[in-house]
């Protein structure tokens, strides 16, 4: 069985940053596909960001272009979200996500992944 451990989550001010981390065991993890997820309050979950198995391509919400950047560390089976010019709007709870799956995959949809974590907190302050 596939685990997804998220950390790195907290507050912050506005303007912050924070950087998310996951490490998902089971197989070798440049098999994964990698995404990150989130969901406020009382609003669905939504796509973040994703990047390929080996990371050189990656895609981002509109909403957090030139702010958040994903990365992978295949040595260390790691993802990372690093998050700068947090706003109070990006609070929620992210979830990381990983797709074992062959084939083409369109990263913003949820449906794409086989595996989840439990999610990690972030709350950004005004």
């Known amino acids: 069985q596939v685990q997804l451990v998220e950390s790195g989550g907290g507050l912050v001010q506005a303007g912050g940053s924070l950087r998310l981390s996951c490490a998902p065991s089971?197989?070798?993890?440049?098999?994964?596909?990698m995404g990150w997820f989130r969901q406020a309050p009382g609003k669905e979950r939504e796509f973040v960001a994703a990047i390929s198995r080996s990371g050189g391509d990656t895609y981002y919400a509109d909403s957090v272009k030139g702010r958040f950047t994903i990365s992978r560390d295949n040595a260390k089976n790691t993802v990372y979200l690093q998050m700068n010019s947090l706003k109070p709007e990006d609070t929620a709870v992210y979830y990381c996500a990983a797709r074992l799956r062959l084939g083409t995959i369109r990263p913003g949809e949820q449906i794409q992944y086989d595996y989840w974590g439990q999610g990690t907190q972030v709350t950004v302050s005004s």
């Open positions: 089971g197989r070798t993890f440049s098999s994964y596909y």
